[in-house]
């Protein structure tokens, strides 16, 4: 199986070395986990790493705060869009979903940076323009423009509960439309907010199943160990426990 | 009572020897429990083990992406197709409720192929389609179609709670429907999300209790143990304990 | 108090002798709990061991079924219809509550049968097709019927929430209507699925007030010791605790 | 302070010599708890010990039920209506918030019986005929009609949760209208299903505030010591801890 | 800073010295907490302790009963009336509400009393007859009303879950809105329906933080200690813990 | 990247020297929090330490009070105004929505005092006053404006559940919108109702994860250290956990 590096060693490592060729992610998880910047890392890193180019689809923030932001991790976006690597596209929810005749408002952009990778950020603000019967619809249709087009697509979703409640990915039936699940979530543990990063589901692959911690340093996400010595970690407050091996 | 053999060692021994044949199996759990790879695995089981024929219908997914999934698993649906003992069928919801007098869209498979085994997935996608107060009309009327062909059916079905929560199978009422139901579940344990199955119920046949834990492998579904030493798995979250034993 | 026995000699004792003769029994549970067996098993003994004639009304399964079942627990219905002391009816929840001026679809099998107990299988679903705020009326209606033709009569009730979550029998108001309500409960000890079972109400009687396990067996329920050394059974996820007497 | 004795010992010396004259009291609990029995064993109380008349309204058992009911407790309510001490009035909803010009339908009932006492069983059959925003109102009034006649009012309330769930006297906003609350609960001790009573309000006055353990036995409720060694009793689920001066 | 004083030593102490002058103050609490004994203990020592007079509004006892309750706590309101120094105000929440052209139902009595102080018991009545859009801006109305008159006001909130929830003051927004708010909460602690009292907020003033226990005697409202050696009080089924000094 | 200090030195060391110029910073915590001293606080160190005049924008408090609250903080407010370095706005929702035609209500205002920081307290009032569909939308049309005139602007959001509840600012989709949040939760620890502050979310920059205590003092927010020894901290009712270092 053809594979998509995420060029974050541990994680690729997780999904058994990348994301599958063609494939729909979702990446979920609440504020501040920092799903926008593992968005960025993958295009950054497919186009400076593995000679792919990408698309970003983002329909909040102005693109100037995007491009500050990635050079806060040394991601010269300018740079690479100057050298038809990647672009940049702030859109409406509105513009997106449209379609006239047969062309697509992503038409002409893929067919001039040749993408292997798009990010779509968020599926949530999407969601938040159409009828919630629809969304699962019009983010199945989206999302199989792109596989027809053989990109690997990443959304993220904004997962509704900030802390200490449950995580619906499945509430307007998002995550049957995904190839691959990642979870992301603060977690508190010795009175400090940490991120634990989790592989739901990876269809058609093995993957790694550990709860991993993961932090967002000057050089983007880096992923590090599973956790040890909890339970419960994945509703964000966790208990400490006595390890097995400590009997 | 005729067996209908799911070809999962543990899991027929679960069940007391396989699925009763005629029986309505419905198969429920969240995101990433592997609900569509124990659907292929029944009916590839059924074909080459068994010499039993087997339908499966998709309202989501392109063929391409489950032949790909399949063959992870050495399946080969193409082949198990051109010797007409298998067909894929990618529909709509609409479209499979929708009756034209008395033919039903799958009077002609059924008629080509001569299934004992038909899988269904999912319903969930199913039921978003039709009124909340239809679905278990609809789900009835359907069962009952494979009931009188005498043809074993097993639909998935796609639990909301990823996480942490109650499954709710009972919502639309499905549960009187059907004649068995398998609950897969992720379960937080050590860090790491592994997955716990459990026969909740198989009409007029005793059956295994035990919450097994479960591995998708490069052969499809494994059962393996029971857990042990653990409180609420069925939550998703489990409290380790100290073993009546271990007094 | 003339008593009506089940048959299940340890519930009959909780009961302090049986049902209450004329009582409207509401029998309530998740999925898999046996509901129906109860039903049946109520039935068959009255008429195999108390000489008590009964109908079995079923909105859902297919005669079939219910036949196959029953035999599995070596009752013969068929035989026993034969004979006169059983009667099967496979009806619509409309059908069931319409009334024909002052004809009732019961009166003739009724006035065949003249049978002393009576089983509504479930009121769940003849909850589901009339209005929320109409189903304690038309139940309290039926129940009455029932209770002026002194017939006892078993209610079964689909609870909701599969585990780990209340159970509302109130919801809407069904629980007034009942002489005597019996709880039935899927229970996570040891990795397992065990039973539950306890006499939430009996009007104008004692009754054993313990939470204890039972059991399907190829002869039908049996129920047996009451739990120990656990809190919270109730819920479906139990805490073993160090009973007092360890102390 | 004018007493109203309950003639059930040990209650009335929680609630310091019995309701208070002329109030209105709420006997809030879910299925099972002998809410009902409460009722009439403070109106025979009344009678037979006290000297104070009573009456009983009902909206749906048929009257036979009760006097049967009232029977196995050794209570012959019949006798009790002979001598114009007592009576049971079976009623609807309707009839008894419907006023005629200044007529009510309890006018003439009074007028004969000159009760003291009244029970309404229940206020939650009310409460489903009429819209959620009139049934503070409408209780009010019935209320106020009785405290113009200088009757002490009862009224049993039918907690919604059965079990493990919390208890919503304030959802229609009846906690204000009542000088008194009683709370009466199941509660799952040592795998038996144990009764809780607690004296939530007493206006005007102090009140015992211990959750004590009750009992309905063939003399009607006995209420016995507060419970000890236990938390969250009024959860229903209580935990066993060990008590501070186990230390 | 102006301080009123509530008279209740500990209370004053807890607040630095008392409400603050012209504060509007919520007093939010369940059932049977004594919200509405706080109050007019707050109005009596007014005008007894302080030479400050007060109205007392109330939409639904009837006076007497209120003249009753308070006798039992020695407050002989009728005499405070005929005095001038205290009024109690038996009206409907539309009228309250309700403005002639600048004329306000409260303009004779404030005009009369010249009151310093005055209680609204309760606010959640007045939420219950106008359209919860409506209750905050209402509720700002009213308390801006009697700021401009230089009034202190005491508003008493029937906080909506008994036991063992959570306590929602900011649904309708009314949090905002109060300068200082006092949350009065049933505890389960041993077996007994104990008291607690916290001070949440006090606009432009420290307070204390503790949450104290207090109880309603004869001559009303006493606070005392804080709780020790529990955590979770605030949900009202308090768990024992042992005290970090226990170490 | 350019930094705007609070002023309040833990905190500006939590954020890694302060917010980030241009920021649209959330503050949300529950009733008595202190978000609105934080607003001030933020403000008037701006004018007084950094030499950053602000603007305060609320939509309730009569400006009397602000002044007064401020005032024991030690913060004269008017002096700040007539020096033209801060200026408080009181106006409503509709208002500060509106614009006429590229008119804005605080164009005015911006132009005088020319602030490089405004607090809107709070978004949770302006929120009440559109659709919940149109909020996001709004907000962001509001924090853009700020931006584009390269204000650094502060909302509070009034979280619903004052305690024992998860915090959802995601509701209505504002998490997005804001560049960074901090979250503001009343904590009960040892009786007592404490403080905790945490920083979830800061864009583009690394920041201080800890769970720390803060007070209100009579200088204003001051920070403390991290707590520690407790589990669920964010939950608002913390369980006490021996610390892996004292094993």
């Excluded at 999302?143 to 499945?170: D, H, R, V």
């Excluded at 790694?208 to 911690?213: F, G, H, N, W």
């Amino acid at each position: 199986m053809d594979r998509v590096k995420t060029g974050i060693a541990q994680l690729d490592k997780m999904l058994g070395g990348g994301f599958v060729s063609g494939d729909a992610v979702l990446v979920a998880g609440g504020t501040g986990t920092g799903k926008t910047t593992l968005g960025l890392q993958y295009l950054v890193n497919g186009t400076t790493q593995f000679g792919e180019n990408g698309i970003f689809v983002t329909f909040e923030q102005m693109p100037n705060q995007i491009y500050r932001d990635a050079k806060n991790f040394g991601w010269d976006l300018k740079r690479l869009e100057q050298e038809n690597k990647l672009k940049l596209i702030c859109t409406s929810p509105e513009l997106l979903l449209e379609t006239h005749g047969t062309k697509h408002l992503l038409d002409e952009p893929i067919r001039q940076v040749k993408p292997r990778r798009i990010v779509i950020d968020s599926l949530s603000n999407l969601a938040m323009y159409i009828e919630e019967k629809e969304v699962r619809k019009e983010a199945h249709r989206l999302l199989n423009y792109f596989k027809t087009k053989q990109i690997s697509s990443l959304c993220t979703w904004e997962a509704p509960g900030t802390i200490g409640e449950g995580m619906w990915l499945t509430d307007v039936g998002l995550s049957r439309v995904a190839d691959c699940i990642i979870l992301m979530r603060l977690v508190e543990i010795d009175s400090t907010m940490r991120k634990a990063l989790v592989v739901l589901k990876l269809r058609g692959s093995d993957h790694d199943k550990a709860l991993r911690e993961y932090d967002i340093t000057s050089q983007g996400i880096t992923v590090a160990q599973p956790f040890a010595g909890f339970e419960s970690i994945i509703t964000g407050v966790p208990r400490r426990v006595l390890l097995p091996r400590s009997f």
